[in-house]
């Protein structure tokens, strides 16, 4: 007898994520529910994060499963690479039966039932960019809803249960949620997140409130979708990362769907351990800007940031050539930011390494916007590269 269909599927990508996604996987054997199956994506990890994968599920034997490859080394955008046959499929004595499916890369699959009742598959593919390994995981959930998290991410225990809340009408396509501070966050990452959260006003990416709203977008840290209107909008676009999250809500919105954010689906987020590492993830992001800007013009807030910061330069400029008795102009803004860091956390300290971050972020996620058109590969794609 076929095992019940799961309900949701738990799409997460991985690469390199020793570190992290032990614990990630523990948290979701601790949910309240079992009627999910975890589909992990390794995205061509070089350390053991697929060995970390297979220890968490119970020993039942049945393993490992049919390599598949596919034909395209390097496949388009698709999401419709169907592996509902390896639920039944046990590895041939032979070794010898290879199948091909399309819009996935080569893949070898391992499917375990995990203690807490739910499926767990692994799924090593080469490396393609999380937003290629998100793909080929919506290709191979069985349930109605996909979510995601990040093998970076542990999920709070009533997590899918209030993300489905979301799901108030059937016009709603995808529901999000909060981000906090893992128990075992380092001290700068636990100052990376509440600085986040402190600007989440300007860039979105961290929202506030205490109860379901409509929002513009919710990130893949922590997100639910219809896999229905997933494949309509054909998935994620996978020359993109980051921001390939914005432009699959983007997408959605346009087909005339909602989406809706739930503060109470909460999952504890791990943030860059120094600076540095923080810099280069900012850089990351505005480059990324750069092409959802040329892609679909402005239509967020934050694009406009560039557009005021060249403005006020020029403005500034334009009052030097008139008096340069002006010049102390220059530094307004930061008491001002000051100000509004030391309202939000009523510590001296703590304002100040706000008002650090928050000049790192804007060098840096300006720096990226700016020279993205320099930084492509062949296929116009941003050179940025990325950890895990």
């Known amino acids: 007898m076929e095992p019940p269909r799961p309900r949701i599927s738990v799409v997460i990508p991985a690469r390199n994520s020793k570190e992290t996604i032990g614990k990630c996987l523990d948290s979701l054997a601790a949910l309240d529910r079992n009627d999910f199956e975890v589909i992990i994506i390794d995205d061509g990890s070089t350390d ?103 093998a970076d991410c542990i999920v709070d225990k009533n997590w899918l249960t209030e993300l489905e809340k979301g799901f108030t009408g059937p016009d709603v396509a995808g529901v999000g949620g909060d981000q906090k501070s893992p128990e075992d966050e380092t001290e700068t990452g636990r100052l ?80 860059p351990k120094t600076y540095r590492d923080f810099g280069r993830m900012m850089r990351r992001y505005g480059a990324s800007q750069w092409y959802l800007v040329k892609k679909y013009g402005f239509f967020r807030k934050l694009h406009f940031v560039p557009v005021a910061l060249l403005i006020g330069l020029a403005a500034f400029i334009g009052l030097l050539s008139w008096d340069p008795r002006f010049w102390p102009i220059i530094f307004l803004p930061w008491p001002l930011m000051f100000l509004w860091f030391y309202l939000k956390s009523r510590r001296i300290g703590k304002s100040l390494r706000f008002l650090y971050l928050f000049i790192i972020t804007m060098v840096n996620w300006n720096w990226g916007f700016f020279q993205a058109d320099s930084s492509t590969d062949r296929k116009g794609r941003p050179r940025i590269k990325c950890r895990g």
């Open 48 to 150: 053991e994060t697929a060995k970390i994968c297979e220890s968490r599920a119970e020993d039942s034997g049945e393993a490992l499963f049919v390599k598949r490859a596919s034909p395209d080394p390097s496949p388009k955008t698709s999401i419709s690479c169907p592996l509902e046959s390896f639920r039944n499929e046990r590895k041939p004595s032979s070794g010898r039966d290879m199948e091909f499916f399309e819009g996935a890369p080569e893949a070898t699959s391992f499917h375990k039932e995990l203690p807490a009742g739910f499926s767990l598959k692994v799924m090593r593919v080469s490396q393609g960019g999380p937003s290629r390994a998100r793909n080929v995981g919506v290709g191979a959930a069985s349930g109605k809803l996909v979510a995601f998290t990040d």
């Open 192 to 271: 990376i997140q509440d600085f986040l959260k402190s600007i989440g006003f300007m860039t979105g990416y961290i929202k506030t409130g205490s109860r379901l709203k409509e929002t513009e977008h919710n990130p893949t840290c922590n997100s639910m979708y219809r896999k229905k209107v997933l494949e309509e909008v054909g998935g994620f676009d996978e020359s993109l990362w980051p921001g390939e999250d914005v432009d699959l809500d983007l997408k959605i919105r346009r087909r005339g769907y909602k989406l809706i954010f739930n503060p109470e689906a909460c999952v504890g987020h791990y943030r």
